[in-house]
């Protein structure tokens, strides 16, 4: 019965290579989010889409692109990664105004 | 641009005392919440208690309550009777109160709470 779900939850690669991380909420939210966790434990928004409207943050690289085959589906591509990728990403989930549900985060580490 | 401002990196308080995490933030908006989430180790982003602007009660949830100062634009965090499952990285963040791309959360940067056995 889990709220918002993300595959993989951990993730090693090299340099270079071309990665996808999947986000499925089934809670019949209207928007889903992506952010970015640094090694800081600084969050930011990277994205935020619903059926309507996709709003991208102007600072992430558009080797960075949000996929969304339906609206329980938010996966997140990233080509060329790069060593400054190294982070924990976080899908989330809200309907409306009301609070968001995060997932549980994909580590992403970079070789 | 909204900015959320956690000026305490790191707090520690003695298991079963109180303690304030503190978080200002700036904005031209008058509609909005605010809101605490707390970060274990097991890295889970949980809520722990929202606020509206336009309420002027405090909320309160258990042992968490909030003192929010809208004026000062403060949202401060009360964790009474604190225990040692309290332990984690506390973040304040901010939403706008419209709809559309305002639906997204301006986290501040953190404030890692130790509780001492």
């Known amino acids: 019965d889990t709220a918002v779900s993300q595959t993989p939850k951990y993730l090693v690669t090299q340099m270079g290579n071309d990665k996808s991380i999947k986000c499925e909420q089934n809670?019949?939210?209207?928007?889903m989010y992506w952010y970015k966790q640094d090694s800081k434990k600084f969050l930011k928004i990277m994205f935020s889409?619903?059926?309507?409207?996709?709003?991208i943050n102007e600072t992430v690289p558009n080797r960075f692109s949000p996929k969304s085959p339906d609206k329980a589906h938010l996966n997140l591509h990233i080509n060329s990664l790069e060593l400054g990728d190294s982070a924990v990403y976080f899908c989330?989930?809200?309907?409306?105004?009301?609070?968001?549900?995060f997932g549980p985060g994909t580590r992403l580490t970079v070789l | 641009a909204q900015t959320v401002t956690q000026s305490q990196p790191e707090m520690s308080v003695q298991e079963a005392e109180t303690v304030t995490l503190s978080c200002t933030y700036d904005?031209?908006?008058?509609?909005?919440?605010l809101f605490w989430y707390k970060q274990p180790p097991s890295r889970q982003m949980i809520l722990v208690i929202r606020?509206?602007?336009?309420?002027?009660q405090n909320a309160t949830e258990n042992r968490f309550s909030v003192n929010f100062q809208k004026a000062a634009k403060s949202f401060s965090l009360k964790i009474s009777d604190s225990q040692l499952g309290d332990a984690a990285m506390y973040f304040c963040?901010?939403?706008?109160?419209?709809?559309?791309?305002?639906?997204?959360?301006?986290f501040g940067s953190g404030t890692q709470l130790t509780v001492l056995p």
């Open positions: 989330a989930s809200s309907h409306e105004l009301r609070r968001l549900f």
């Open positions: 809670l019949g939210h209207d928007t």
């Open positions: 889409y619903n059926n309507k409207e996709l709003i």
């Open positions: 904005t031209s908006e008058s509609d909005y919440y």
């Open positions: 606020q509206e602007a336009y309420k002027q």
């Open positions: 963040a901010y939403r706008r109160g419209t709809s559309g791309s305002a639906r997204q959360l301006t």
